[in-house]
């Protein structure tokens, strides 16, 4: 496997077709301005000793030695092996709510967009412990299995909104069912599932959930989103601009509250501890402080670990490619010019 450890650099490679176009104009306003200052035989006698192949031959030199320099700095790299490296640490699943009462702004911004906001603020905290995703709302999806990979899953969560799960509701028993069906029983891991919900209009089997959760040893944290007086829901344009808010059949406002005891019965049964979220306190950071005291347990993660830089097979070559490309001059050669004149002299005695 190749990769590059500084992709960013490769964008570089993108000034040689600006150096051909460059190249390209200088040598068609020199040949203009040559033609404006006299014929072609008399230009060839002024300027008999200059070569327009061996100029020719330096740029492509120096093109050759800048995509060599461009790749070497972007650090090419090889992997020669997959293994398994052990790491230490803790499974843990997000269950986040993406109903539409979640975006209610009783939270700031809203209830959603403070969600997201904490749990990159977890990811940022993680060493070494898996996160997973499952957005809900009438039912549960996995928008990221259980991963180290904490840049993919900022990517992930980024993308989530409202529309993330078409069937309208709110159930977290299905959520919960996902993250037991997501989990690897096989890992002794512990194994954390972290539901962030209003907890508005729960639906079914929740309760049951959780405590089918608790008996597999998985513990299950809740966190509260909104106020118990509750707010509208805004309706927002495709511009930005907020046009009316969540109405009912009849015309009414709509307006969504906290449901704090359904939120603590299910962390109640779940064998955890439910927490009421705020506009500014971080509610993950809390958990998180409460599940990295638990003992952490190893588990196998399949990646290259043999990547070998190299770079050097790119830059030395293009050092030494600027050395030929300096060493060339404009000026014909000798040799070959005598050549030249011996095969014009043979096909005028033919």
């Given at each position: 496997?190749?990769?590059?450890?500084?992709?960013?650099?490769?964008?570089?490679?993108?000034?040689?077709?600006?150096?051909v176009?460059?190249?390209?104009?200088?040598?068609?306003?020199?040949?203009?301005?040559?033609?404006?200052?006299?014929?072609?035989?008399?230009?060839?006698?002024?300027?008999?000793?200059?070569?327009?192949?061996?100029r020719?031959?330096?740029?492509?030199?120096?093109?050759?030695?800048?995509?060599?320099?461009?790749?070497?700095?972007?650090?090419?790299?090889?992997?020669?092996?997959?293994?398994?490296?052990?790491?230490?640490?803790?499974?843990?699943?997000?269950?986040?709510?993406?109903?539409?009462?979640?975006?209610?702004?009783?939270?700031?911004?809203?209830?959603?967009?403070?969600?997201?906001?904490?749990?990159?603020?977890?990811?940022?905290r993680?060493?070494?412990?898996r996160?997973?995703?499952?957005?809900?709302?009438?039912?549960?999806?996995?928008?990221?299995?259980?991963?180290?990979?904490y840049?993919?899953?900022?990517?992930?969560?980024?993308?989530?909104?409202?529309?993330?799960?078409?069937?309208?509701?709110?159930?977290?028993?299905?959520?919960?069912?996902?993250?037991?069906?997501?989990?690897?029983?096989?890992?002794?891991?512990?194994?954390?599932?972290?539901?962030?919900?209003?907890?508005?209009?729960?639906?079914?089997?929740?309760?049951?959930?959780?405590?089918?959760a608790?008996?597999?040893?998985?513990?299950?944290?809740?966190?509260?989103?909104?106020?118990?007086?509750?707010?509208?829901?805004?309706?927002?344009?495709?511009?930005?601009?907020?046009?009316?808010?969540?109405?009912?059949?009849?015309g009414?406002?709509?307006?969504?509250?906290?449901?704090?005891?359904?939120?603590?019965?299910?962390?109640?049964?779940?064998?955890?501890?439910?927490?009421?979220?705020?506009?500014?306190?971080?509610?993950?950071?809390?958990?998180?402080?409460?599940?990295?005291?638990?003992?952490?347990?190893?588990?196998?993660?399949?990646?290259?670990?043999?990547?070998?830089?190299?770079?050097?097979?790119?830059?030395?070559?293009?050092?030494?490619?600027?050395?030929?490309?300096?060493?060339?001059?404009?000026?014909?050669?000798p040799?070959?010019?005598?050549?030249?004149?011996?095969?014009?002299?043979?096909?005028?005695?033919?």
């Amino acid at each position: 496997m190749i990769r590059f450890a500084h992709t960013e650099y490769l964008y570089a490679l993108l000034l040689i077709p600006v150096l051909v176009a460059v190249y390209w104009y200088v040598a068609l306003a020199r040949r203009r301005a040559l033609g404006r200052f006299g014929q072609q035989p008399t230009l060839a006698q002024i300027a008999g000793e200059a070569s327009t192949t061996k100029r020719l031959v330096k740029f492509l030199v120096l093109l050759l030695a800048v995509a060599l320099l461009v790749v070497g700095l972007a650090n090419p790299q090889v992997g020669t092996r997959m293994e398994e490296v052990k790491q230490e640490g803790i499974d843990i699943f997000i269950a986040l709510d993406v109903s539409l009462s979640m975006k209610a702004e009783d939270i700031k911004p809203s209830r959603l967009e403070k969600a997201k906001l904490e749990i990159r603020n977890l990811i940022e905290r993680l060493a070494g412990d898996r996160i997973g995703l499952i957005v809900f709302a009438g039912e549960a999806f996995t928008q990221f299995p259980l991963t180290t990979d904490y840049s993919a899953a900022n990517l992930f969560l980024d993308a989530v909104d409202v529309d993330a799960v078409p069937m309208p509701g709110t159930s977290i028993g299905s959520a919960i069912e996902k993250a037991m069906e997501s989990f690897d029983f096989k890992d002794q891991t512990t194994k954390v599932v972290i539901i962030i919900s209003d907890g508005e209009d729960t639906e079914g089997n929740s309760y049951d959930a959780a405590e089918e959760a608790a008996k597999k040893g998985i513990l299950l944290y809740t966190v509260g989103l909104g106020t118990s007086a509750g707010a509208p829901i805004p309706i927002y344009s495709a511009s930005g601009q907020q046009t009316d808010f969540k109405r009912d059949k009849a015309g009414n406002v709509v307006v969504t509250k906290l449901d704090e005891a359904a939120l603590e019965r299910i962390a109640t049964a779940g064998s955890g501890k439910y927490f009421r979220g705020t506009s500014s306190q971080d509610e993950l950071d809390e958990i998180y402080k409460n599940i990295n005291a638990l003992q952490k347990k190893e588990f196998g993660v399949k990646q290259f670990t043999d990547f070998e830089d190299r770079f050097q097979y790119f830059l030395l070559p293009a050092g030494l490619l600027l050395l030929l490309e300096l060493l060339i001059t404009d000026k014909k050669s000798p040799l070959l010019a005598r050549w030249n004149l011996l095969r014009k002299e043979e096909e005028v005695k033919a």
